[in-house]
């Protein structure tokens, strides 16, 4: 069986300006305090029932404790993208990257649409500080890559932690980061507004502090920046150097066919070019399927491998529907289950291909940091395991982590979330 194992990873989205919603329509949109309270109950009852292991790095009692005051503080009605940032904290309590939230953008999209200001300039994530992505106004001595200390007096700590506590990871603030900072903008709204004024102190590139105040801005003239500042987007890439080494850039591993179509074209080159020495970096590739880990490894000699020794379910109603849909004879194994229970799986081993010579056969050198994650971590660990080659770095990702979930959405809130029912060890 071929599991397929995802970090819900929130890439830059432009938030799309819905139709014109009025506030009254804004303000019927509250929740009363019962349906936040089954909303909570709803999403504590899918943890615990479904998610293959959510007390591997919380105890059950601190996860009960966090939802009791959770729901201590539910005493009035509220938005949805007030609750949100009262139950985002539990879902990330258990420190699974694979299980979390959509972000919620809709009330951000209706104040938009009345004419609602924003920071006045891009923001992003980066190892617990907030940098300068972009400036929207050319008249600001802001620019890019400068270090935010403070805005309108909150410190860069506290924003910083109220967003870390929204999304969950096993040990690594990086995958965080990937998922918080297509939101940057968004997120800071929900949780301080957007005042007419923006006082920001921030570190300059040569260590001064400076201070300055800028008007916010209105939605329509923040993304025209962003659309003037936008990176491109990663893409498979290789590089040829010297002395018979070539490097290659592998940013996913969940676009299969573009990955096959770009080992079919440079395999061949680096076997014509006889290049000795072959890195291959997934530095912040946050994975996708294992079907793409073994695709890659297939263009590489490597011995008999087995990139989960084991893989355990944990069976519910909900696990039984999606294997019958994608792994029937998987299906047929836990039909008769009690829900609750564990099943372990055991992965098959893919054959050594040594004596294919149309195999790179070269050294491997696999460069990994923090934001490697997932199916790209299980192929760094692969490498190294199995002295298919050389891992510079650490992943952010555990050898025992979660996989294949499911997607709910809460009933009166219908917010939107992810939990995985399958449990891999490496």
């Known amino acids: 069986m ?33 349906q936040q309270k089954k909303d909570l109950n709803t999403l504590y009852s899918h943890v615990k029932s479904i998610h293959a292991a959510p007390f591997n790095y919380i105890s059950e009692q601190s996860f009960d404790a966090l939802k009791d005051s959770i729901e201590q503080t539910i005493v009035e ?5 007030d609750f949100y940032l009262k139950v985002a904290p539990l879902l990330a309590s258990i420190r699974d990257g694979h299980a979390t939230f959509r972000i919620p953008t809709k009330e951000f999209s209706d104040y938009c649409n009345q004419n609602g200001k924003v920071l006045p300039f891009s923001l992003k994530l980066d190892k617990g500080k907030i940098l300068v992505d972009f400036c929207v106004s050319s008249e600001s001595f802001i620019q890019k890559g400068y270090e935010v200390l403070s805005i309108n007096g909150v410190k860069n700590e506290e924003i910083v932690a109220r967003m870390y506590a929204l999304v969950g990871s096993e040990y690594s603030n990086q995958i965080k980061e990937k998922s918080l900072n297509g939101y940057f903008v968004v997120l800071y709204w929900m949780l301080y507004g957007s005042p007419s004024t923006i006082s920001v102190e921030y570190r300059e590139a040569d260590g001064k502090i400076s201070q300055e105040v800028l008007p916010s801005v209105e939605y329509k003239d923040y993304m025209l920046g962003m659309r003037r500042n936008i990176t491109p987007a990663r893409t ?17 591993f969940y676009r299969e066919k573009e990955l096959k179509t770009f080992c079919d074209s440079i395999f061949p080159i680096l076997s014509q070019k006889q290049i000795k020495e072959l890195e291959i970096d997934v530095c912040d590739n946050s994975g996708g399927s294992s079907s793409c880990v073994d695709l890659l490894l297939s263009y590489i000699t490597h011995p008999r491998y087995q990139l989960f020794h084991k893989s355990v379910m944990r069976v519910s109603a909900l696990s039984k529907e999606y294997m019958k849909q994608y792994h029937p004879d998987i299906y047929a ?60 770095g650490q992943t952010g990702c555990p050898t025992v982590y979660s996989g294949n979930y499911l997607s709910f959405q809460l009933p009166e809130s219908k917010l939107t979330y992810y939990i995985p029912f399958c449990l891999f060890y490496e």
């Not at 506030?23 to 949109?29: G, P, Q, V």
């Not at 498979?236 to 996913?252: E, I, Q, Y």
């Open 333 to 392: 194994n836990i039909a008769d289950l009690a829900d609750g229970t564990l099943y372990e799986m055991t992965e098959k081993s893919i054959p050594n291909n040594h004596k294919d010579k149309s195999r790179f056969k070269g050294k491997i050198f696999v460069k990994v940091n923090e934001g490697t994650y997932s199916g790209a971590s299980t192929f760094a660990h692969a490498v190294a395991n199995y002295k298919i080659g050389k891992t510079e």
């Open 236 to 252: 498979f890439a290789m590089k040829l150097g010297t002395s018979k080494r070539a490097r290659l850039d592998v940013p996913n």
């Open 2 to 34: 071929k599991h397929i194992f995802f970090i819900l990873i929130c890439l830059l989205e432009i938030i799309p300006l819905q139709a014109q919603t009025t506030l009254k329509e804004t303000i019927m949109a509250q929740m009363s305090v019962s």
């Open 77 to 81: 009605e509220s938005s949805q993208k």
